[in-house]
């Protein structure tokens, strides 16, 4: 029968629909989760690619010394080169270190003492003492306890120091070193037809020192035969590449000193190294000669690809001061700043919406006059963002004298969010049921005591909610802020002083270029404030509507 | 009693005050934005400033033409209307028709939560996922009409759901019961009866949504790439009215600053436009629900 059919088929179209329908409301929730829960993953944890001519192995106490910081310091390890540079001037301050924005200060043991010669050869290697250029900020101590004391007294210093100098822990803290490279002869790492050796992953770099890869070509370098030399047997190098999970293939007869000469040597040589001992080996007599005379140097480290991946938000980000335009440091201020900005913003937006809404549907008779009225809060809602910026910037800041400062960019905001206020503070007292307002009135009160003490308390959970709604919203904004509140990250210390919110800055960390990481942490706060505004808002509207079925 | 009323009187007039503080602020940034923009067109053309794509307004000769960053405006928000009125239209009909309670409640969470996040946030999200995505899947740079249409229509999307959802509510049980009786199916009830009952609703969601994308910003100023080009494609790098007012707001002055707030003056008409729309389409509603009641 063509009746049923045609039935049939109708309710086949009817289940595609509905499930195309549920398919695209289950995307909703979906593309939801996708944003909150890679905002906040970025956030919590961050994934660098690092570049490095030393392998990640790190050790506590190298040659039997360590590395140590004041107490104050974030550093938890360091590479060798970033040590010798530290040592040599290359840096003056730790924020391209350890992300701190504290002063330098190396400290070293007099050389002249055993112990101090012994931290010099761990920081410059062994050898001619007189070719070693110390940095000018280097201040020498005469003993490895002057040392101690001056690192515990001193945030921003480090030292080098024998390890079983340091009986008391108190107010240091120990740094592990990273100085195992690897390394390889200068035929190795030419460039040859335009092509050298790239940067390599751990996987490459344990194949190569083990012998696994037959040829540099495989690598993009020159073609030329791997030649793997394994450090000498039962010495610290070995030790430590084993330590490191390598497994250098064969076992050749030479010692220490000439393992370095021997590699420079081979064709198509690798092996591995300990940072300092480079050093040591360019500084070394036929190195220096050969560079003098315009060649290449005979050995060369080579580059690790890695990656570094760390907790991105931490406590110390929430309660540290921005500093450097928020390359170091946290965002406590600008926390501060932000709900500054948001009491200010309620303090002056709801006594005025409220205000606005009694009066309409308290005191107005319908008529033009209300619709104009009305009109104006709509027309108020649709306006975006920038147009409000750009008459903050023209009214606010400079008819009014006020400056980019937290008043300026408060009353922006607060025009803003009065459409939100008015418009739930409205529909909240609509829902009073008459007969309150009547009961009071016949009591005897006026008509002033029924809204201030029994109209508006019943409808103080809607007006609540719609609060948070306009603060919710003030909190993300930024296009209007930018123009109007200013952008200094320092605390704000009064109405006209510049101030910058959470939002404004997860903009500018990404607009100057500062840090993506610090981007995405930021917001993973903004985030989480918003969503606690909006539990809130849901808890009361929750509420109210027990109330009322109550 | 008689101060009594007087300080009622006072009272009712301050809180008038507020009522008509809209109103004053509406009135004020038309008037300022007006009287900071309207100075260019004594040196510029009103017609070359709206038709010309030529922006250079800090060469020797200063040159101002918007077309470019209008066609950008539009072309970005009609792509983003494209993406979001299928599903928020979809959303809004399985909540207001389809959804049992729970399901309906956790959907709700999940469009005012998307409502309530800020337009950095889309903007960040924008980068790392949608330009990222648009780089690999189509080349080019990844900051793109595409890319912003994208995250405008998932910052759209809540408004296109709700509006959906409240004009399916509002619409009278018999409709719904006189179709079913009929011998319609559920779909057909709602594809045939309910949805073009509901247009003018939906028809005013959208216009509103389209106003909020046309005004948002910061996302867009994020995954756009922000040239001051014409767009050719959607792969194109795309400048809208927008990004051209906060891209050089913090440098402009003299004429380019004026040039900036004439940018505000067609943004903000665009704006005014689209919401008296809404008004005369809600208006209208209004007056045949009313009518119909009454017949």
Redesign the interface.
């Known amino acids: 029968m063509p009746d049923t059919k045609s039935h049939g088929r109708?309710?086949l179209?009817?289940k595609a629909?509905?499930a195309?329908?549920?398919g695209?409301?289950i995307?909703?929730?979906a593309?939801?989760a996708?944003?909150?829960g890679?905002?906040a993953w970025?956030g919590l944890r961050f994934d660098r690619e690092t570049r490095s001519t030393v392998l990640p192995f790190a050790e506590a106490s190298p040659k039997g010394l360590a590395i140590v910081v004041n107490r104050e310091s974030a550093l938890e390890v360091v590479e060798a080169p970033v040590l010798l540079g530290i040592y040599t001037d290359e840096y003056i301050n730790w924020s391209k270190i350890s992300g701190e924005d504290t002063d330098l200060l190396p400290v070293a043991v007099d050389p002249a003492t055993p112990e101090g010669a012994a931290a010099r050869d761990l920081v410059f290697g062994a050898g001619a003492a007189e070719a070693i250029a110390w940095g000018g900020l280097v201040e020498f101590v005469p003993s490895p306890e002057a040392a101690l004391e001056k690192v515990r007294t001193t945030p921003g210093s480090i030292a080098v120091l024998p390890h079983e100098a340091l009986r008391d822990l108190a107010g240091i803290a120990t740094v592990s070193l990273r100085r195992l490279s690897v390394v390889a002869s200068a035929d190795a790492m030419a460039l040859v037809e335009n092509r050298q050796v790239e940067d390599m992953d751990d996987v490459e770099v344990a194949r190569l020192v083990s012998g696994g890869v037959p040829s540099w070509a495989a690598l993009g370098g020159p073609e030329l035969a791997v030649a793997p030399i394994a450090p000498p047997a039962g010495s610290p190098l070995e030790a430590a590449a084993k330590a490191a999970g390598q497994k250098p293939a064969g076992n050749p007869a030479i010692d220490m000193a000439g393992y370095l000469a021997a590699l420079a040597g081979a064709k198509g040589g690798v092996g591995l190294a300990f940072a300092e001992d480079l050093v040591a080996f360019a500084r070394s007599g036929e190195e220096a000669v050969a560079l003098a005379n315009g060649e290449a140097p005979s050995l060369a480290p080579l580059t690790r690809r890695g990656h570094e991946r760390g907790w991105n938000l931490s406590l110390r980000y929430l309660v540290e001061e921005p500093r450097l335009s928020g390359r170091v440091g946290g965002i406590s201020t600008i926390i501060l700043n932000t709900f500054a900005m948001l009491i200010l913003t309620l303090l002056i937006a709801a006594?005025?919406?409220v205000?606005?809404a009694?009066?309409?549907i308290e005191?107005?008779k319908q008529g033009p006059l209300v619709r104009?009225?009305r009109?104006?809060?709509?027309?108020?809602a649709?306006?975006?963002?920038?147009?409000?910026?750009?008459?903050g910037?023209?009214?606010f800041v400079d008819?009014l004298h006020f400056g980019f400062g937290l008043l300026s960019g408060c009353l922006t905001l607060t025009?803003m969010i009065?459409?939100t206020i008015?418009r739930t503070s409205e529909e909240a007292l609509k829902s009073v049921p008459r007969a309150l307002r009547e009961g009071s009135l016949a009591l005897g009160a006026?008509?002033?005591q029924t809204i201030a003490k029994v109209v508006l308390p019943a409808a103080a959970p809607g007006i609540l909610t719609g609060l948070i709604l306009g603060i919710?919203?003030a909190?993300?904004?930024?296009?209007a802020l930018?123009?109007t509140m200013g952008s200094d990250y320092k605390l704000a210390t009064g109405l006209f002083s510049s101030a910058r919110a959470l939002?404004t800055h997860?903009?500018l960390l990404?607009a100057e270029g500062i840090s993506?990481d610090r981007?995405?942490s930021t917001?993973t706060v903004?985030?989480l404030i918003?969503?606690l505004?909006?539990v809130a808002a849901?808890r009361l509207v929750g509420r109210m509507g027990r109330n009322a079925a109550a | 009693m008689k101060r009594q009323r007087a300080l009622e009187k006072t009272i009712e007039a301050t809180l008038f005050g507020a009522a008509a503080v809209s109103v004053l602020a509406v009135i004020l940034i038309t008037v300022f934005l007006f009287q900071s923009g309207l100075p260019l067109f004594g040196k510029v053309k009103v017609s070359e400033f709206l038709f010309s794509t030529d922006w250079a307004p800090t060469a020797a000769t200063p040159r101002f033409g918007i077309l470019s960053f209008i066609v950008g405006s539009f072309s970005v928000t009609g792509l983003s209307l494209l993406f979001a009125v299928p599903v928020g239209l979809a959303v809004g009909i399985y909540l207001a028709e389809l959804a049992e309670k729970k399901n309906s409640r956790l959907i709700r969470s999940a469009v005012e939560l998307l409502a309530g996040i800020p337009s950095v946030i889309y903007g960040l999200f924008g980068i790392a996922v949608i330009s990222a995505a648009s780089r690999t899947l189509f080349g080019g740079s990844g900051y793109s009409v595409l890319s912003a249409a994208i995250v405008l229509a998932i910052m759209t999307l809540p408004t296109i759901i709700n509006v959906t959802e409240v004009s399916l509510r509002a619409l009278p049980r018999e409709l719904k019961e006189g179709s079913l009786a009929l011998g319609a199916t559920e779909w057909q009830t709602i594809g045939k009866v309910l949805v073009p009952a509901a247009r003018s609703g939906i028809v005013a969601g959208v216009i509103l949504g389209m106003g909020r994308a046309i005004g948002e910003t910061m996302a867009v100023l994020m995954v756009g790439g922000n040239a001051p080009i014409m767009p050719t494609g959607l792969n194109s790098m795309v400048r809208t009215l927008t990004m051209n007012i906060i891209t050089d707001m913090s440098y402009a002055t003299g004429d380019h600053l004026t040039s900036l707030f004439a940018t505000g003056i067609v943004l903000f008409a665009f704006i005014l436009i689209l919401n008296l729309g809404v008004q005369l389409i809600l208006k209208r509603t209004i007056s045949q629900v009313e009518g119909a009641a009454g017949a």
Do not use: C, D, H
């Not at chain 1, 009109?375 to 108020?380: A, N, P």
């Not at chain 1, 649709?382 to 008459?391: T, V």
């Not at chain 1, 909190?475 to 296009?479: D, I, K």
């Open positions: 109708r309710i179209q009817q629909a509905f195309a329908i549920r695209l409301s995307l909703t929730i593309i939801l996708l944003i909150i890679f905002i970025k006594p005025l919406g205000a606005a009694v009066y309409l005191y107005a104009i009225l009109l104006g809060t709509e027309t108020l649709g306006i975006p963002s920038i147009i409000f910026g750009l008459f910037m023209l009214f008819i025009l009065l459409p008015v006026t008509k002033l919710g919203r909190v993300g904004e930024t296009a930018l123009f939002s997860v903009y990404f993506f981007a995405f917001a903004l985030i918003v969503l505004f909006n849901k």
